[in-house]
C-alpha cells in the first residue's frame, strides 16, 4: 500500500510536466502558425500528436497548418482525427467543409455544415457556406429556401441577396436578379463585387453604357481586381472608346500579367491602331501560354507579314492552314508571303487552291475589320472568327466562403501597415530593399568571434524553415543542451545559452528564448545583443498573445525598457527603429517619429525607417512629410509604398 502511495505522488507530478509540456507545444505551434511559418508548427504538432495523441486540439491546428499549404487532402484528414477525439467543436467541421469544397466535393461540405450547424445554428457564416455548396450542385430549390432562412433572420446580410441574385441568374430569370441584386446594393453600397456582379447581368444584356458605370464603381472599391478592368474594357470597347479600352486593358495586365483575355484583346487593338511590333508581343505571351491557339498563332502570322517577317510569317500560316486546310483568306496570305521571298512554286500551288475554291463558289472574299458587333466566345475555334475580340465563355462570380480561415492567417489580425522590427537570426533573408545588406557594429563583432561558423545576420523577416531546417535546428538544439549541462565555466555556459536562444528565436519558440536571454543578462548585464533579441522575441510573442486577447500592455513596456537598454551599450539605427516600433504600438507617434529619425540619421538607406515614419506622420495629421516620407522608402526598394501613398492622396 505505502509503495503505491508513493508511486502515486510521483506519478502525478510527471503527469502534470508532460500535460504542460504538450501545451507548450501546442501554444508553440499555434505561434508558428500565427506568424504563417507552417512547416514549423507542423513539427510542433507533431510532437503534440505523438506525446499526447487523444489530444483533438494538435489534430485540428495541424490541419489548419496543412489548409495553409495547400494540402487540402491532409488537412482534411487531421479534421477527421480531431473529431473522432471531440465531435462537438463547430471549427473543426467547419475546415473540414472548407478543406471538401477545395476538392469540389460540395455533398460532403454539405454534411459537414449540417452537423456545424446543429452546435451553432445562429453562425451565418454556415449557412452563407452551405448555400454556396448547393449553388455548385445546381440544387437551386434548396439554395433559394435557405436564403430566405437568411434574410429572414440577417436581413442586412447583403450577400444573401447577391447570391440570391446569382442563383435567378443561373435560372435565367433576370428580372429577379436584378431585384435581388439592387436590394444588396441598397444594403451595402461599399461592395465592389455586388457591383461587378450588377454590370456582369448589363454586359450580357449588352447595355454597355451601364456595365461601365457599375464596373467604374466597382473598381473604385475593388481597385486590384482585374477582370472588372477587362470587362469594363469590352463595355468601352462597345461605345467605340478605343483609347479607355487599351487603357483598362493595361491596367488589368499590370494586375494579372498572365490574363489571357487582356493579352489577346490588346494585340488586337493594336493591331488594329499599327502598333503592330507590341501587339506581336502580346501574341507571343499568348501563344507561350497556349502555344496550340490558332486565333493568336494567325493573328501572329498577319503581323509578322506586315513586319517583313515573312519565314515568320509562313510557319504561323502553315500551322494553321494545317488544321484548317479551307481556310482560303489564309493560303492567300500564305501565298503573299512566298511570292515575296522568291518561292514561286509554293506561292502557286496556294494560288491554285484558291481558285479552284472560286470556281467552286466556295471563296469566302477578304476578311472584315475588327468590328464591335462581332465578339467570340473563348472557346469558339471558328477560325473565321480570327479577328474578333475574345469573351469568358461564362462571366461566373467568384464565391467568397465566409470563415477565418478564409485567405491566409495575417488577414486575421489587426490591420497593420507598419513594416516589423528588426531581429537576429542565424537565417538570411532577401531583403525586399534590393541590394541592402543590413550591417550592425556589435554584430559584426560577434562574428569575428563567437558566431565563426555559425553567424548572426539582422533580419526583419525571418525565414519560413522547411522541414529539413527545422530539424537541423531542433538537433542543434538538443547539441547545445548538452554542452551547457556539461559545461562549468559560467560565462561558457552564459555564452551558449545565448546560441541557444537565438536557435530558439529561428523556431519560434520565443518563451524558451526569453528564458535563455534572462539567464544570460544575469552573467552579462551590458549585453546590447541579448536586449535587443529578448525586445524583439517578446514584441513577437505579444503579438500573438494579443490575437488570442490577452493584454500585453505590461510586456509592451518591457519590451521598451529593453530596447532602451540595448541603445545605451549600441546606438545602431536597427534598435532606434524597433522602438519606433514599440511607440507606434502605445500610439505614440511623436516619440516614434524621433526614433524613427534617430535610425534615418544613422542610416540614411534604411528604407523600413522612412516607410514607418510616412505612416507614424500620416497618423500625426503630418500628411505631406508622411507622404515624403513614403516617397523615399518607394525610392530606396519598396514598392509597396507608392499603393499606400496612392492611397492617402485620395
Not at 430 to 458: C, E, M, T, W
Not at 468 to 485: E, G, N, P, R, V
Request: charged fraction near 25%; glycine fraction near 4%.
Amino acid at each position: 500500500m505505502y509503495r503505491k502511495i508513493v508511486f502515486f505522488l510521483l506519478w502525478v507530478p510527471m503527469v502534470a510536466l508532460a500535460q504542460f509540456k504538450t501545451d507548450r507545444l501546442v501554444m508553440i505551434g499555434r505561434s508558428a502558425l500565427y506568424f504563417e511559418d507552417y512547416v514549423l508548427s507542423i513539427q510542433y504538432f507533431n510532437q503534440a500528436i505523438s506525446a499526447k495523441p487523444y489530444l483533438y486540439e494538435p489534430w485540428f491546428y495541424r490541419g489548419v497548418a496543412k489548409f495553409y499549404l495547400d494540402d487540402f487532402a491532409g488537412a482534411e484528414t487531421d479534421c477527421s482525427e480531431a473529431i473522432k477525439r471531440n465531435p462537438y467543436v463547430v471549427g473543426i467541421y467547419e475546415l473540414r467543409g472548407l478543406c471538401r469544397i477545395r476538392q469540389e466535393r460540395y455533398g460532403e461540405a454539405i454534411k459537414d455544415y449540417n452537423q456545424a450547424l446543429r452546435y451553432d445554428p445562429e453562425s451565418q457564416s454556415l449557412w452563407h457556406n452551405r448555400v454556396l455548396c448547393h449553388i455548385h450542385q445546381k440544387d437551386y430549390d434548396t439554395a433559394l429556401l435557405q436564403l430566405d432562412t437568411i434574410i429572414t433572420r440577417w436581413s442586412r446580410h447583403a450577400p444573401a441577396y447577391a447570391m440570391q441574385a446569382e442563383v435567378y441568374i443561373l435560372q435565367q430569370d433576370t428580372a429577379k436578379a436584378i431585384t435581388a441584386l439592387d436590394k444588396s446594393l441598397e444594403v451595402d453600397p461599399y461592395d465592389g463585387s455586388l457591383w461587378s456582379q450588377r454590370a456582369v447581368i448589363s454586359l450580357s444584356r449588352k447595355e454597355w453604357k451601364e456595365s461601365e458605370e457599375y464596373l467604374s464603381k466597382a473598381i473604385h472599391l475593388q481597385p486590384k481586381q482585374a477582370t472588372n478592368y477587362i470587362n469594363r474594357a469590352l463595355a468601352r470597347f462597345n461605345q467605340n472608346n478605343l483609347r479607355g479600352t487599351m487603357a483598362d486593358y493595361d491596367t488589368a495586365l499590370d494586375l494579372d500579367p498572365n490574363n489571357f483575355l487582356g493579352h489577346y484583346n490588346r494585340g488586337l487593338l493594336r493591331a488594329q491602331v499599327g502598333d503592330d511590333n507590341r501587339a506581336i508581343t502580346d501574341f507571343d505571351f499568348v501563344l507561350n501560354l497556349e502555344p496550340d491557339n490558332l486565333m493568336a498563332l494567325f493573328n501572329r502570322a498577319l503581323l509578322l507579314e506586315n513586319t517583313g517577317n515573312l519565314r515568320g510569317a509562313i510557319r504561323d500560316y502553315t500551322k494553321v492552314i494545317d488544321e484548317f486546310p479551307n481556310f482560303w483568306f489564309g493560303l492567300q496570305h500564305r501565298a503573299s508571303c512566298y511570292r515575296r521571298i522568291g518561292m514561286t512554286k509554293q506561292a502557286e500551288q496556294d494560288e491554285f487552291r484558291i481558285l479552284k475554291a472560286q470556281m467552286d463558289k466556295r471563296y469566302l472574299g477578304r476578311q472584315p475589320r475588327l468590328s464591335k458587333e462581332q465578339m467570340r466566345k473563348r472557346s469558339d475555334l471558328d477560325i473565321e472568327k480570327y479577328n474578333q475580340l475574345a469573351v469568358a465563355d461564362e462571366q461566373e462570380v467568384e464565391h467568397e466562403y465566409q470563415s477565418e480561415y478564409r485567405g491566409r492567417v495575417q488577414n486575421r489580425r489587426v490591420a497593420l501597415d507598419y513594416l516589423p522590427m528588426y531581429i537576429l537570426s542565424y537565417e538570411q533573408e532577401q531583403s525586399q530593399v534590393k541590394q541592402y545588406i543590413a550591417f550592425d557594429k556589435q554584430v559584426d563583432a560577434y562574428n569575428v568571434g563567437q558566431g565563426k561558423g555559425r553567424p548572426l545576420h539582422v533580419v526583419s523577416n525571418q525565414s519560413a524553415l522547411d522541414e529539413q531546417d527545422t530539424k537541423k535546428y531542433f538537433a542543434y538544439i538538443d547539441t547545445l543542451s548538452s554542452q551547457i549541462d556539461r559545461e562549468r565555466n559560467t560565462r561558457q555556459a552564459a555564452m551558449l545559452l545565448f546560441k541557444r536562444a537565438l536557435a530558439y528565436s529561428v523556431i519560434q519558440n520565443f518563451e524558451a528564448a526569453i528564458d535563455d536571454l534572462s539567464t544570460y543578462l544575469q552573467v552579462d548585464s551590458a549585453s546590447s545583443l541579448a536586449y535587443w533579441q529578448r525586445a524583439a522575441c517578446q514584441s513577437k510573442l505579444n503579438a500573438f498573445n494579443a490575437s488570442q486577447g490577452t493584454d500585453v500592455r505590461m510586456k509592451t513596456a518591457n519590451v521598451l525598457s529593453d530596447l532602451t537598454e540595448a541603445i545605451r551599450y549600441n546606438e545602431s539605427a536597427y534598435l532606434y527603429y524597433n522602438r519606433g516600433n514599440v511607440y507606434v504600438e502605445r500610439n505614440d507617434y511623436q516619440h516614434a517619429i524621433d526614433d524613427y529619425t534617430k535610425a534615418i540619421d544613422l542610416d540614411a538607406h534604411l528604407a523600413e525607417a522612412y516607410y514607418n515614419r510616412g505612416l507614424a506622420r500620416i497618423a500625426n495629421k503630418q500628411q505631406e512629410a508622411g507622404v515624403s516620407d513614403l516617397s523615399k522608402a518607394g525610392e530606396l526598394g519598396l514598392y509597396t509604398a507608392y499603393s499606400i501613398i496612392k492611397r492617402y492622396r485620395k
